[in-house]
């Protein structure tokens, strides 16, 4: 992983002969305790002098002391795939939106490039009106960003072993499975849900109705999408690993 680190040393220490007494010399040390920082207006890992009172980034980011950089970096990908899940419905929304009663224009075009740099060219008018008036493309449109996400934020938290393994992360591995096998829900092992419970009971961001998730041996086979959650479901989860990560992160909350 990149990292902007200005200075490597971790412990620095400064030894100079300063001054005698009474025919004695004395020696000075400074000692400089070099501990990893994160700017959170940046994000970029630096490292600080943990004896100083005051830490600073050019950006004007506040820089907090950083305990685990792969807690940070998932922190952050959860509240993007949260903020991309507005945007893709922003985009669908003013698709449906527009003014289609014109016929199609089949001389509007774009191109999808291959490895090979050759392209396929389909009709622009043509497909954007299939994105809402095919039910089934619709129905994928509508799933395709959380599944995606989801698939994105279990395998980045499947790399750290998914931390502290708290069950909110374990609700996040049992989509992230589903949404992988057919967005179908999965319990090859119902035993080991006693020793990880998956579910939303403890998580930090829940509805304003506290409404709770939880996967048990029963709903193997159910469908995630739609209907274990729905997708404010899904993005109040990512706010909860968010906020989870960032407590493992920089130990707060
Ligand atoms: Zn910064």
């Given at each position: 992983m990149k990292r902007d680190i200005e200075l490597k040393a971790t412990l620095i220490a400064f030894e100079r002969p300063a001054w005698t007494q009474s025919g004695r010399r004395l020696d000075w040390k400074i000692e400089m305790i070099m501990k990893d920082a994160i700017c959170l207006g940046c994000d970029v890992v630096r490292q600080i002098d943990v004896s100083m009172s005051v830490a600073g980034c050019d950006c004007g980011g506040k820089v907090l002391l950083l305990l685990n950089e792969d807690a940070f970096r998932i922190g952050r990908l959860a509240h993007r795939l949260g903020s991309g899940y507005y945007a893709h419905s922003a985009i669908l929304d003013i698709v449906s939106k527009m003014?289609?009663?014109?016929?199609?224009?089949?001389t509007k075009s774009r191109d999808v490039i291959r490895k090979d740099g050759t392209r396929q060219t389909f009709l622009f008018d043509y497909y954007l009106r299939e994105s809402f008036r095919n039910v089934q493309i619709k129905g994928d449109l509508d799933r395709v960003w959380l599944a995606g996400a989801l698939i994105a934020l279990g395998d980045a938290l499947e790399k750290s072993k998914y931390f502290d393994r708290a069950p909110h992360l374990e609700l996040v591995r049992h989509l992230r499975n589903g949404v992988s096998h057919g967005n179908k829900f999965r319990i090859?092992?119902?035993?080991?849900l006693k020793t990880y419970p998956a579910n939303n009971f403890s998580a930090p961001v829940k509805s304003p109705t506290a409404n709770r998730f939880e996967v048990t041996?029963?709903?193997?086979?159910?469908?995630?999408?739609?209907?274990?959650?729905?997708p404010a479901d899904f993005l109040d989860l990512f706010a909860a690993v968010e906020i989870h990560m960032f407590s493992i992160a920089i130990g707060v909350a």
């Open positions: 003014d289609h009663s014109h016929p199609i224009d089949y090859d092992n119902p035993e080991k041996p029963s709903i193997n086979g159910h469908n995630v999408m739609f209907d274990f959650m729905e």
